[in-house]
């Protein structure tokens, strides 16, 4: 149950901080293009908050990328980041209402949609790093993340 909380306390933090947060990723020079395509909408209004995580140690704390995508009139989003070559995992939820957090009953279970690469689920609380972690290795490669 604590790890659950810390998780969802996680998506809050990140929620607040991707408002000012740009990203960190050093050197434009080497960066490329990926694409992140978020599948499963439900609801065509609203934000996707996406936060990219380059080392285990920051994961779920300090992100090396953020963004915020608007969600119109569709059932699948497509989020373009440009990070260098590298190994990543990255933490995602659908802010249907646009409060900029992880709405959560008082169980703190989420009630907005939310999805890690790699798909990875874990049964208490959010996935490890290890288990989200994604190899990017080639321009343009594409990831599909499906909400739940």
């Known amino acids: 149950m604590i790890a659950r909380k810390q998780f969802y306390f996680t998506c809050f933090v990140i929620g607040s901080m991707m408002l000012n947060t740009q990203s960190f ?5 080497h960066k490329q293009n990926i694409v992140i395509l978020v599948k499963n909408v439900q609801a065509p209004k609203g934000a996707i908050l996406i936060a ?5 140690k920051d994961y779920m ?3 090396t990328y953020s963004h915020i995508a608007t969600v119109s009139d569709q059932e699948e989003v497509k989020i373009q980041a440009q990070l260098p070559f590298g190994n990543y995992a990255f933490t995602l939820f659908h802010d249907v ?5 992880l709405d959560t009953n ?3 279970i989420p ?3 939310y999805g890690f690469s790699n798909n990875a689920r874990a049964p208490f609380g959010p996935p ?16 599909e993340v499906l909400l739940k």
């Open 25 to 29: 990723a050093t050197d434009p020079e």
């Open 52 to 56: 990219i995580y380059d080392n285990e």
């Open 61 to 63: 704390k300090i992100p």
């Open 97 to 101: 209402n646009n409060n900029m957090e």
């Open 106 to 108: 008082f169980f703190g």
């Open 111 to 113: 009630k907005e949609p």
């Open 128 to 143: 490890g790093f290890q288990a989200a972690l994604i190899e990017f290795n080639e321009e343009g490669h594409e990831i």
